[in-house]
């Protein structure tokens, strides 16, 4: 393979993870290994890197290679890398001052590139979203949830209304709230659905305060959103939304890995396949609807829109990226919602979309490993004897 670093040596990519007493390190152990494996087609050395031992001094750094024969971890000092692709894999981990601190070093590095710095929040990616034309007409109306006036007002316009924890996932804490009309009864009513395990419990309240002293209790101290309910389209009565994986390519621009589609369980307000959703083809789903020339331009427009989503993200939150996965959701009109988004994915099951997965990660750290490297932010004087140092330090 022909690559020309600019400091000519193999490109090497760590893939930033958490590490606790009782394993070596956290994080999806198998994806971290199939990367390893890719990097070895591409000639892309990959290691794993935790944040108790992180440390970046001159050319090397502490990380984990895995042998394949032996099927063991080993920990040595490794060439420093010119790449590293975050996969913390929770929000607590993240927001520990001593992980924050690794964190901001990796961002700050001026021979590292580091991509998806954090996990995103449903409030703040509507109000990215929100911010430009070319999105604002995907998303749901959401608000912050703080008063039972935020309910109150929604409920008005929208007859269901989705609740989600910000930092939510997995369906943890969704709630959905439905305006019922019953016959012979003036009074408006409410149904309040909770999602649990695999079922959602539902209850009914005649009045708004009694709903809100209901919902307070669910929410706990968590933040919640809440956002106006799309009637997704459905396959045999059980509603499906659309994974889109989105990711950056050997040239660094946003492409489509692959689209999948989780169909709802029977008795479930998500699509959460630890929830009782399981995973289809998004042809089948949408030619059962569509039809065949219909499918194939909400399959189209979805792509499209996930594409314009995910580079109105990176703009917003003025960081790096590389990859992301997204929830769209389909109405019964063919329309495209978006739902959510994920800076760390979950692994795609999908054998093609995981394989292309694999594949445009290493081709992205190969591009990015063959980028300039930052110019320090520093001031001019600063930058000058900077540069003096750099210029004698420059094996890595
Ligand atoms: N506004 C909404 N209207 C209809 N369904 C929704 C809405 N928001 C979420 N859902 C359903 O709930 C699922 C989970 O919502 P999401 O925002 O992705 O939260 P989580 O982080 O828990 O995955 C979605 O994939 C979709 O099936
Ligand atoms: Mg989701």
Redesign the pocket.
């Known amino acids: 393979m022909d690559i020309e670093l600019h400091e000519n040596q193999r490109p090497t990519m760590a893939i930033l993870t958490y590490a606790d007493q009782k394993r070596v390190f956290r994080g999806n152990q198998e994806n971290f290994i199939d990367l390893i494996h890719t990097g070895e087609e591409y000639g892309v050395l990959v290691y794993v890197m935790t944040t108790a031992e992180f440390k970046l001094m001159g050319n090397q750094a502490i990380g984990y290679t895995y042998n394949s024969q032996t099927n063991k971890w080993r920990k040595e000092l490794l060439p420093l890398p010119h790449v590293i692709y975050n996969r913390i894999p929770f929000r607590k981990y993240e927001l520990l001052p001593e992980v924050q601190q690794v964190l901001q070093a990796c961002i700050k590095h001026r021979k590292i590139r580091f991509f998806n710095p954090t996990f995103f929040n449903?409030w703040t990616l509507f109000e990215w979203l929100n911010k430009s034309k070319n999105t604002q007409s995907l998303i749901?109306a959401?608000q912050k949830l703080t008063t039972n006036a935020d309910l109150e007002s929604l409920l008005l316009k929208h007859p269901?209304?989705?609740l989600?924890?910000i930092r939510?996932?997995?369906?943890?804490?969704?709630m959905?709230v439905s305006r019922i009309y019953e016959k012979n009864a003036k009074a408006r009513r409410y149904e309040l659905s909770v999602q649990d395990k695999t079922k959602s419990h539902i209850s009914r309240y005649s009045n708004i305060p009694q709903l809100w002293n209901q919902i307070r209790e669910m929410m706990g101290s968590q933040d919640y959103i809440i956002?106006?309910?799309?009637?997704?389209a459905n396959y045999k009565q059980r509603?499906?939304?659309l994974?889109v994986l989105v990711q950056k390519n050997s040239k660094g621009r946003w492409t489509i890995a692959g689209v999948g589609a989780?169909l709802?369980g029977k008795m479930s307000?998500?699509?959460?396949v630890p929830r009782g959703g399981s995973i289809d083809d998004p042809v089948k789903l949408l030619e059962s609807g569509f039809g065949p020339a219909g499918s194939k331009k909400i399959l189209n427009r979805a792509k499209k829109s996930a594409l314009i989503i995910a580079k109105q993200i990176e703009r917003a939150s003025q960081s790096m990226l590389g990859e992301m996965s997204m929830?769209l959701?389909v109405d019964n009109n063919g329309q495209i919602?978006f739902?959510?988004a994920?800076s760390k994915p979950m692994k795609f099951d999908e054998p093609h979309i995981r394989k292309k997965s694999l594949d445009n990660l290493i081709q992205y750290s190969i591009h990015l490993a063959k980028q300039p490297t930052k110019a320090p932010r520093l001031s001019s004087g600063a930058v000058k004897r900077n540069a003096a140092k750099d210029s004698t330090s420059k094996a890595r």
Request: proline share 8%; hydrophobic share 25%.
């Open positions: 449903k749901p959401t269901n209304l989705y989600k924890p939510g996932k997995a369906g943890k804490g969704i959905k956002q106006q309910g799309i009637t997704l509603p499906y939304d994974r989780r709802a307000i998500t699509t959460h929830d959701g919602w739902f959510e994920n």
